[in-house]
């Protein structure tokens, strides 16, 4: 495949950008090679700078979810900006959003938008401590909430792809606050709830996690975190920026049927727009700047054009349930199929998959935490990732990562994927 404006502008992008790439995980270091740099996008398919179409499985991360260009969304965006970009004052959109979000995710009394998943998560636990009056947090190994300090310990998504799950610049002070355990491990959790009794304000997991790979929560784990949190008047937060709106028009908690103190949103919620969102219990959201008195603050917060894309999106997901079946039924079709390719050829890779999210494993192991994730040989995805990308399958450069379907997939796209899947692990494996 010819690449090579990817390459030339790959070759540019290093003088001036670190890495030549705003967020780490594009930059192929996991996989090898040269990112493609994508020109344009329209339903399930990218195209890079070299008109090359790819069918797409990371779909922005998780926001695409009725693939690209969907004409609703590109209509409200191009009617939002008729009215200039930005004013820094509140907007009517806003208020539809917060109602809408409320209405979709029943825990959620409460909402402040934001720009970013990391935003949101930073801001939960700063209100989660100023609520409670406690500093330390529990996170799980391999559990990604974005760049904020106090996630990236035992980090997973790009910290895990490039070994950094303890990145330098995070001061002792602020890892000292930061308390982690094994995902799916309640005991773990009960021990450091025990040790530091009276000092934990937060404990944050992604109910599925995705930044390991995907991976989902044992029985009773959930549920078991909620017992513990109300028990030790923790604020149990679920980070769904990426299952929100994805796993159920409610997400994770609704479709495991539990309920956080506080939930923090990103992706789908914008459309494919820079927005983030926190929100739960109006008792700990009210401690919020200016009602309460812990800050938290935004120039392009509920931004009107980022509102009108997310407002959109949003209500297409409320107003058509059936996505969320078409969702699943893709899935299923795909992991089967995936399945049936590695029966007929005598391997026994691990695929985890919920819904639209799957991650296919190269290891024997199940993958029910960070360790077992680890296990996987890393390079023999690489080059299973660069025989996919080879026949048009755009995925996501790196083994802790979920991959995402969205409604644009059809039969014949996915039966493409299954293809091609089967002729790259033949090739891989040799
Ligand atoms: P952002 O700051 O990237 O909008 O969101 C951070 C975040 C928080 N919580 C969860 C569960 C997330 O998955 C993310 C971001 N996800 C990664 C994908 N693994 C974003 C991709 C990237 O870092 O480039």
């Given at each position: 495949?010819?690449?090579?404006?990817?390459?030339?502008?790959?070759?540019?992008?290093?003088?001036?950008?670190?890495?030549?790439?705003?967020?780490?995980?594009?930059?192929f270091?996991a996989?090898g090679?040269?990112?493609?740099f994508?020109?344009?996008a329209?339903?399930?398919?990218?195209?890079?700078?070299?008109?090359?179409?790819?069918?797409?499985?990371?779909?922005?991360?998780?926001?695409?979810?009725?693939?690209?260009?969907?004409?609703?969304?590109?209509?409200?965006v191009?009617?939002?900006?008729?009215?200039s970009?930005?004013?820094?004052?509140p907007?009517?959109?806003?208020?539809?959003?917060?109602?809408?979000?409320?209405?979709?995710?029943p825990?959620?009394?409460?909402?402040?938008?934001?720009?970013?998943?990391?935003?949101?998560?930073?801001?939960?636990?700063?209100?989660?401590r100023?609520?409670t009056?406690r500093?330390?947090i529990i996170?799980?190994?391999g559990?990604y909430?974005?760049?904020?300090?106090?996630?990236?310990?035992?980090?997973?998504?790009?910290?895990?792809?490039?070994?950094?799950?303890d990145?330098?610049?995070?001061?002792?002070?602020?890892?000292?606050?930061?308390l982690?355990?094994?995902?799916?491990?309640?005991?773990?959790?009960?021990?450091?709830?025990?040790?530091?009794?009276?000092?934990?304000?937060?404990?944050?997991?992604?109910?599925?996690?995705?930044?390991?790979?995907?991976?989902?929560?044992?029985?009773?784990?959930?549920?078991g975190?909620?017992?513990i949190?109300?028990?030790?008047?923790?604020?149990?937060?679920?980070?769904?920026?990426?299952t929100?709106?994805?796993?159920?028009?409610?997400?994770?908690?609704?479709?495991?049927?539990?309920?956080?103190?506080?939930?923090?949103?990103?992706?789908?919620?914008g459309?494919?727009m820079p927005?983030?969102?926190?929100?739960g219990?109006?008792?700990?959201?009210n401690?919020?700047?200016?009602?309460g008195?812990?800050?938290?603050?935004?120039?392009?917060?509920g931004?009107p054009i980022?509102?009108?894309?997310?407002?959109?999106?949003?209500?297409?997901?409320n107003?058509?349930?059936?996505?969320?079946?078409?969702?699943?039924?893709?899935?299923?079709?795909?992991?089967?199929?995936?399945?049936?390719?590695?029966?007929?050829?005598?391997?026994?890779?691990?695929?985890n998959?919920?819904g639209?999210?799957y991650?296919?494993?190269?290891?024997?192991?199940?993958?029910?935490?960070f360790?077992?994730?680890?296990s996987?040989?890393?390079?023999?995805?690489?080059?299973?990732?660069?025989a996919?990308?080879?026949?048009?399958?755009?995925?996501?450069?790196?083994?802790?990562?979920?991959?995402?379907l969205?409604?644009a997939?059809?039969?014949?796209?996915?039966?493409?994927?299954?293809?091609?899947?089967?002729?790259?692990?033949k090739?891989?494996?040799?």
């Open positions: 495949m010819n690449i090579s404006t990817s390459q030339a502008l790959f070759e540019k992008a290093q003088h001036f950008i670190p890495g030549g790439v705003n967020s780490p995980v594009r930059a270091r996989v090679g040269s990112p493609v994508i020109k344009s329209k339903g399930p398919y990218v195209y890079d700078e070299d008109d090359n179409e790819y069918i797409e499985l990371i779909n922005s991360w998780g926001p695409m979810i009725l693939g690209h260009g969907h004409e609703l969304i590109q209509k409200a191009s009617d939002a900006i008729q009215h970009f930005s004013f820094g004052a907007t009517r959109r806003e208020v539809e959003i917060a109602e809408l979000i409320t209405n979709m995710v825990s959620i009394e409460k909402v402040r938008m934001v720009n970013s998943g990391t935003e949101a998560t930073m801001s939960a636990i700063r209100v989660a100023g609520f009056g500093d330390k996170k799980f190994e559990c909430h974005g760049h904020g300090d106090s996630f990236l310990i035992a980090a997973g998504s790009g910290a895990v792809t490039f070994g950094t799950p990145s330098p610049g995070v001061t002792k002070g602020v890892a000292n606050d930061t982690t355990a094994p995902y799916n491990d309640l005991a773990a959790v009960q021990k450091l709830v025990d040790a530091n009794k009276g000092h934990i304000a937060a404990l944050i997991l992604e109910p599925v996690v995705g930044n390991m790979g995907c991976v989902l929560p044992a029985e009773g784990f959930l549920e975190l909620r017992k949190c109300d028990e030790e008047g923790i604020v149990f937060i679920f980070d769904e920026v990426m929100g709106f994805r796993l159920s028009k409610g997400g994770a908690q609704e479709r495991f049927g539990i309920k956080p103190d506080l939930t923090t949103l990103g992706k789908i919620i459309g494919g927005v983030g969102a926190y929100g219990k109006a008792e700990i959201m401690w919020i700047s200016p009602l008195p812990v800050y938290q603050a935004g120039t392009l917060s931004n980022a509102m009108a894309a997310g407002l959109t999106m949003l209500n297409y997901l107003e058509h349930p059936e996505v969320y079946n078409k969702l699943e039924v893709s899935g299923h079709k795909l992991v089967n199929g995936f399945t049936n390719s590695m029966k007929k050829l005598g391997l026994n890779y691990t695929i998959s919920i639209s999210m991650t296919l494993f190269f290891t024997e192991q199940a993958v029910t935490d360790p077992s994730a680890k996987s040989n890393l390079p023999l995805f690489g080059k299973y990732f660069h996919m990308l080879d026949r048009g399958i755009y995925m996501g450069p790196s083994q802790f990562e979920s991959m995402f969205s409604t997939l059809e039969d014949s796209h996915i039966d493409r994927i299954i293809e091609a899947n089967e002729e790259s692990l090739e891989v494996i040799g």
